[in-house]
T-cell receptor, first 116, second 118 residues
Framework: SQQGEEDPQALSIQEGENATMNCSYKTSINNLQWYRQNSGRGLVHLILIRSNEREKHSGRLRVTLDTSKKSSSLLITASRAADTASYFCATDASNAGGTSYGKLTFGQGTILTVHP | EAGVAQSPRYKIIEKRQSVAFWCNPI?????LYWYQQILGQGPKLLIQ????????DSQLPKDRFSAERLKGVDSTLKIQPAKLEDSAVYLCASSLGRGRGIYTGELFFGEGSRLTVL
């Protein structure tokens, strides 16, 4: 079953604008990760945020986590055409609060299109 | 460092035929995963190995799917007999796992094997 649910399902913006994608999940987690997938390719890891963290940055990416609301958001600032891809959140709920064994459950994804 | 290798990239078969996919993880990665990704959906975990032992295969349709990871390195996923609904991309991923006492949580994915069942 899908643990994470992304919102929106599709997002279309102009180059230079910011893109925000949201993810909601149902159970307690050990960590939450975001991945990108270009068309016809494998997934690429973007960022991981642990359950005791609230915000994390990596380059143009900013991820927040609200465990009380069981939700996360991914913000891509100053988007580029090359950011066009599907973005997935993945939750690691394996032994939440204890020692994770790395089982990830992915959401349905958000399709981001950045127009030049 | 070489990434996760998968083959074949594409496979077309008739229903009821069999197919096998191969995966070679990143050297030193103890954990190996097989995911199924149906068009328009997120990846769904089929099976997770830690070294050559199975950690989780709760979503593997065991009547037709099998997977092995002999010697704790490369892995094969087999489907026999295939059904129309098995058309999907089969993604292999690996991670450091806890084999070296390190857990980063990050999964490294291969390019996937796209299966079309006619």
């Amino acid at each position: 079953s899908q643990q994470g649910e992304e919102d929106p399902q599709a997002l279309s913006i102009q180059e230079g604008e910011n893109a925000t994608m949201n993810c909601s999940y149902k159970t307690s987690i050990n960590n939450l990760q975001w991945y990108r997938q270009n068309s016809g390719r494998g997934l690429v890891h973007l960022i991981l945020i642990r359950s005791n963290e609230r915000e994390k940055h990596s380059g143009r990416l900013r991820v927040t986590l609200d465990t009380s609301k069981k939700s996360s958001s991914l913000l891509i600032t100053a988007s580029r055409a090359a950011d066009t891809a599907s973005y997935f959140c993945a939750t690691d709920a394996s032994n939440a609060g204890g020692t994770s064994y790395g089982k990830l459950t992915f959401g349905q994804g958000t399709i981001l299109t950045v127009h030049p | 460092e070489a990434g996760v290798a998968q083959s074949p990239r594409y496979k077309i078969i008739e229903k009821r035929q069999s197919v096998a996919f191969w995966c070679n993880p990143i050297s030193g990665h103890a954990t190996l995963y097989w995911y199924q990704q149906i068009l328009g959906q997120g990846p769904k975990l089929l099976i997770q190995f830690q070294n050559n032992g199975v950690v989780d295969d709760s979503q593997l349709p065991k009547d037709r799917f099998s997977a092995e990871r002999l010697k704790g390195v490369d892995s094969t996923l087999k489907i026999q007999p295939a059904k129309l609904e098995d058309s999907a991309v089969y993604l292999c991923a690996s991670s450091l796992g806890r084999g070296r006492g390190i857990y980063t949580g990050e999964l490294f994915f291969g390019e996937g094997s796209r299966l079309t069942v006619l």
